[in-house]
C-alpha cells in the first residue's frame, strides 16, 4: 500500500505552493517566505543555527524507502524528519541575521499555514509505513 505515500509528496508539494513563514525584521517589516522559498534557501540556515531544512533529506529517503516497501527503515526516516524539523519551533522569535555582513536582522515571527503542510507530509511517512508494514494491500 503506497497510497500514504503519495499522500505525504502531494501535501509536501502544496506545502511549497503557499506561506510557510512570516518574518520581521529589525523595522518590524514584514517578510512572507513560501514553501518553495524555504525549500530553495533554507539549508543556508545552518549558518544562523537554524536546522529544520534538514529534514527534508530523510523525508525523501523515507519516501525512497517506502516506495521500495522498506516500511521499518522509511519510518525511523520518518520520525527522524519530524524531529529535525520541530527544532524551527524553537528559532521562533530569535533574532537571525537578514544579511551577509550582520548589518540587519529578523525574527521568524510566526509559522503559517504551509509549515503546518510541511509537518503534515512528514508525519505521514511513519504514518505510512505503519500502514504498509500492518495492513494489507488491496
Not at 518590524?28 to 529544520?52: C, E, K
Amino acid at each position: 500500500m503506497r497510497t500514504g505515500f503519495y499522500v505525504s509528496a502531494a501535501l509536501f508539494f502544496a506545502a511549497c505552493c503557499i506561506p510557510a513563514l512570516e518574518f520581521r525584521s529589525d523595522r518590524n517589516v514584514p517578510d512572507i517566505m513560501f514553501g518553495l522559498r524555504a525549500l530553495a534557501v533554507g539549508w543556508s540556515g545552518v549558518f544562523a543555527a537554524v536546522f529544520s531544512w534538514y529534514a527534508n533529506p530523510f523525508w525523501f529517503l523515507g519516501m525512497v524507502l517506502g516506495l521500495f516497501r522498506k516500511p521499518l527503515p522509511a519510518g525511523i526516516c520518518g520520525v527522524v524528519a519530524i524531529a529535525i524539523a520541530l527544532t524551527l519551533l524553537s528559532d521562533l522569535g530569535r533574532v537571525l541575521p537578514a544579511d551577509e555582513g550582520g548589518v540587519t536582522h529578523t525574527s521568524i515571527y510566526r509559522m503559517l499555514p504551509g509549515f503546518y503542510v510541511w509537518m503534515a507530509s512528514l508525519v505521514m511517512i511513519p504514518v505510512a509505513a505503519i500502514l504498509q508494514k500492518f495492513v494489507p494491500a488491496i
